[in-house]
């Protein structure tokens, strides 16, 4: 297994919300957790942190985070983190088996 942590910063708390509600919207954290070796695919709100959000993914193999990262909703959410001016950090974890 392999995790990803997604540390998104936006501008305020608005841009936060704003950005979370299109994602349940368009569909994409069911549309993800239905992938091929998606294990978990969860975010969370960070206490005390208006602004911020955090995604983990856990894939069975980079090789499927990989191909998720190919799909259409991959690059709505894409567009999505552009519209409403998320950046990003991602750290990386390969587990042991």
């Known amino acids: 297994m392999t995790n990803f942590y997604v540390t998104y ?3 305020d708390q608005a841009a936060r919300d704003g950005y979370m509600k299109e ?7 069911d549309k993800s957790r239905a992938e091929d070796g998606c294990a978990r695919y969860d975010y969370f709100y ?8 955090f995604l983990w993914e856990q894939w069975e193999t980079r090789e499927h985070q990989k191909i998720h990262c190919q799909t259409e909703h ?6 999505l983190k552009e519209k409403y001016g998320a950046v990003t950090a ?6 042991a088996e």
């Open 9 to 11: 910063t936006l501008p």
């Open 23 to 29: 994602v349940i919207d368009q569909g994409i954290i």
């Open 46 to 53: 960070p206490v005390g942190s208006d602004n911020t959000l």
């Open 74 to 79: 991959f690059a709505v959410l894409t567009a």
């Open 90 to 95: 991602i750290i990386t974890e390969d587990a």
